[in-house]
């Protein structure tokens, strides 16, 4: 079954940089896309950054668009968000979820989901 496990978060101060990983079990995931989602306590959980696994094509939310870069290491079944410049706001439990590409960002939808990892950026 597909599992997705992040690990890479912990404590920064504001301007520094973190990389976060998922690696993902179950399947090739071609024909997938694969996304960052963060939520806030008491917040909705939102959306981040997602990659298509086949052709590499990203999408980001306007908040992060310039200082997160999501990629993926196809042979190792992983993905990844490096996050620079980090701000205070970024501060949320990260998680890592998978579903099948769509066709559209307008329309993408995710299944399968990480148990998520914090990330604390600090003033």
């Known amino acids: 079954q597909v599992q997705l496990v992040e690990s890479g978060g912990g404590l920064v101060q504001a301007g520094d940089s973190l990389r976060l990983s998922c690696a993902a079990s179950?399947?090739?995931?071609?024909?997938?896309?694969m996304g960052w989602f963060r939520q806030a306590p008491g917040k909705e959980r939102e959306f981040v950054a997602a990659?298509?696994?086949?052709?590499?094509?990203?999408n980001y939310a306007d908040s992060v668009k310039g200082r997160f870069t999501i990629s993926r290491d196809i042979p190792k079944k992983t993905v990844y968000v490096q996050m620079n410049n980090m701000k205070p706001e970024d501060t949320a439990n990260y998680y890592c979820?998978?579903?099948?590409?769509?066709?559209?960002?307008?329309?993408?939808?995710?299944?399968?989901w990480g148990q998520g990892i914090q990330v604390t950026v600090s003033s």
């Open positions: 179950g399947s090739t995931f071609n024909g997938y896309t």
């Open positions: 979820a998978t579903g099948r590409w769509k066709g559209n960002w307008g329309v993408q939808q995710y299944d399968y």
């Open positions: 990659i298509t696994w086949s052709t590499g094509m990203t």
